[in-house]
């Protein structure tokens, strides 16, 4: 999945959005050492991690999100390494004390194959007794194969309107949910400029999450239904994971 094409809706969706931040902030205050951001994309997390003193270091495939990212650091005046590079086969030299893959970061890898090379190769950047969390959306969706609005409209200084359309389509049997995006810029004199984005997700489930940790050699995580530390229950959003490597 290459969000190169993705990187200047992704900050217009998301840039606002802040569940995360302090959980992910108070997790690399407590560990102490450097922090490796996986899917680090256009930098939200990892900037407000540095801004809090952090040594972290982010991690993305996509060279359009990583050139927004060096550029939100770069404004705020931040020092951050960012690595163009994927989790399965990046070799970093250093051990981190922390590794994070925030926001749906590991729904980018499709098979059990690319699950467990992704898993495997990140505890092996761990330092000794350091720690892994990450979160994933539960599998909930609204209506398949219907174009929707979910109230995403933005308003850009040259006076135009960009709303966000979208449909979604599943397949059970890969457990990918494809969102076709659908992006009208309206333009102050009424001329329209629609752009077409297609992203791809592997969904997940608790348990399978919990097995591929197990397999790729992590401990028996922590599971919550929120960043506060809820449990995981019905109605959740989110599935968090916080677990260790495994002593060998
Ligand atoms: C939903 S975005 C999350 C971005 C950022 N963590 C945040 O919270 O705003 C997912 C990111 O994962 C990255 N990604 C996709 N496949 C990856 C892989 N194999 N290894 C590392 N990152 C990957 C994408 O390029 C994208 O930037």
Redesign the pocket.
């Known amino acids: ?4 094409d ?2 200047d809706l ?1 900050d217009r969706q ?1 840039d606002l ?1 802040r569940d ?1 931040l302090h959980f992910y902030a108070g997790l690399s205050e407590r560990a102490g050492g450097p922090v490796l ?10 900037t407000f991690l540095a801004r809090r003193g952090a040594d972290v270091t ?5 060279a359009r ?2 050139e927004r990212a060096r550029a939100r650091a770069q404004e705020q005046g931040l020092t951050v390494e960012f690595v163009q ?6 070799r970093l030299e250093r051990r981190f004390a922390l590794i ?10 499709y098979t059990p194959a ?1 699950q467990l090379a ?1 898993l495997e190769n990140l505890r092996a950047h761990l330092a000794p007794g350091g720690a892994f969390a990450f979160d994933l959306y539960v599998p909930r969706y609204g209506e398949m194969n219907t174009l929707r609005h979910e109230g995403e409209t933005f308003h850009g200084p040259d006076g135009s309107r960009t709303d966000v359309f979208l449909v979604q389509r599943r397949d059970r049997v890969r457990q990918h949910v494809t969102t076709e995006y659908h992006v009208d810029t309206t333009a102050p004199d009424g001329l329209l400029r629609r752009r077409h984005f297609t992203l791809t ?1 592997r969904y997940y489930t608790r348990y399978e999450v919990e097995w591929l940790l197990r397999c790729a050699g992590f401990e028996a995580p922590r599971v919550t239904g929120s960043f506060q530390g809820g449990p995981l229950e019905e109605a959740s959003e989110v599935m968090v994971f916080q677990t260790r490597a495994r002593a060998q």
């Open positions: 999945m290459n969000y190169d993705l990187a992704y998301y959005y995360d951001e996986v899917g680090a994309g256009t930098g939200r997390v990892t982010g991690l993305d495939p996509s999100m990583l590079g994927d989790a399965q086969s990046v994070l893959a925030p926001f749906n970061a590991l729904m980018h890898l690319e992704a997700q």
